[in-house]
């Protein structure tokens, strides 16, 4: 398919809280501050956990080990509106390094601005656009769904609902 994309996001709770990076995205054309899970795009060559590995270190300096796929999330046009591009982010949950621990996370990459452990309340504050509603609802429902569809120009789809 034209304009596949895949990615990877980490899931590192501490204490009930999980850590987020804010940077600035541009939605719908305007740029917009945005708390994300650390993660980004797997490039050339690189497997899903070497690219997770890899962009924890770019964005919160943090050495981390990953550990199970928690959930998938596959968007349709959601980067382009074409309705054929497709992404793919895959989710695991991770733990820090040894060699990270007592480190706090701190912005490698200049596209991040901070890095910070939100509770689940301040991630319904912060955590506000469409693409970030599979997380929410991920923790919402006992953390046992492992696939999301998110479609354009439909704003949010569940394929339980679907079904």
Do not use: K
Not at 72 to 90: A, N
Not at 99 to 115: H, K, N, T, V
């Amino acid at each position: 398919m034209a304009g596949d994309f895949t990615g990877v996001v980490g899931i590192l709770e501490e204490e009930g809280h999980i850590l987020h990076v804010l940077n600035e995205r541009v939605l719908e054309g305007l740029p917009r501050p945005c708390w994300d899970l650390p993660g980004g795009g797997v490039e050339p060559g690189e497997s899903l956990t070497e690219a997770l590995v890899r962009e924890f270190v770019e964005e919160a300096g943090l050495d981390v080990v990953p550990g199970e796929l928690a959930f998938v999330i596959e968007r349709f046009g959601m980067r382009t509106g074409l309705r054929d591009e497709r992404t793919r982010f895959f989710v695991f949950h991770v733990q820090r390094a040894a060699s990270a621990r007592g480190r706090e996370p701190s912005p490698q990459d200049a596209e991040i601005l901070r890095c910070e452990f939100l509770s689940r309340g301040h991630m319904r504050e912060r955590c506000v656009e469409v693409y970030q509603r599979p997380i929410l609802d991920w923790l919402d429902n006992g953390r046992s769904q492992r696939y999301f569809l998110l479609q354009h120009p439909q704003p949010y789809a569940d394929p339980q609902r679907l079904a």
